[in-house]
């Protein structure tokens, strides 16, 4: 895995900042998306899916939010005493493809320090997965996002005897098995 400091932010004329036109190029965000296979997308109902095996047995809330008419976000959260776990999905219509990958470089420029570190996460989760870099007051936390066909999924992991990028391949093999060609 490869760690990227990012510069500040600079405002110029075009839409993309220095930082982010940097970070694509760092994670190889345009061969990434690339690759991915164009005529599938993921189909599956948000109000249906099932906790990642890993967390079968865990006290689970559930939120779904139609966040727009292409687009609707699923948040489950797990607690068992301090341990908290969050799964955030949220899935477009697969025209939105453009809008998926948006959200992925959206969350990878969200911070507000000048300078922005992200570590590309594991090639077998979904079409380009990041982790951001924990900092030692954090370190009982662990995250992952990635992107896959017209999913931009992300997991949270506080104080929990799981790891992030595990759970996070639990969510990944329910939208590979809900992969359909479009």
């Known amino acids: 895995m490869t760690s990227f400091v990012l510069p500040p932010a600079e405002s110029s004329g075009s839409n993309e900042s220095a930082r982010v036109s940097v970070l694509k190029q ?4 345009d061969a990434a998306l690339a690759t991915e296979r164009s005529g599938e ?4 109902s948000l109000d249906t899916l ?6 079968l047995g865990w ?7 139609p966040l727009s008419a292409t687009e609707t ?10 341990a908290r776990i969050t799964v955030r999905i949220t899935a477009f219509a697969p025209q939105e493809r453009q809008r998926v990958a948006a959200r992925l470089i959206e969350r990878a420029d969200a911070v507000t320090h000048a300078q922005i570190t992200d570590t590309r996460g594991p090639k077998d989760l979904g079409t380009l ?9 954090a370190s009982a ?5 990635w992107i896959y066909r017209n999913i931009y999924a992300e997991v949270v992991v506080s104080k929990a005897p799981l790891d992030a990028i595990e759970v996070a391949r639990a969510v990944q093999r329910q939208f590979v098995a809900a992969t359909r060609p479009l």
């Open 141 to 145: 936390t662990q995250s992952v996002y």
């Open 41 to 44: 997308y993921v189909a599956l």
């Open 50 to 55: 099932s906790a990642p095996e890993n967390l």
């Open 129 to 137: 997965s990041l982790t951001p870099a924990t900092s030692p007051a």
């Open 26 to 29: 760092q994670i190889g965000f």
């Open 59 to 65: 006290p689970l809330e559930r939120e779904t939010v």
């Open 73 to 82: 976000m699923l948040r489950m959260r797990f607690a068992r005493g301090d």
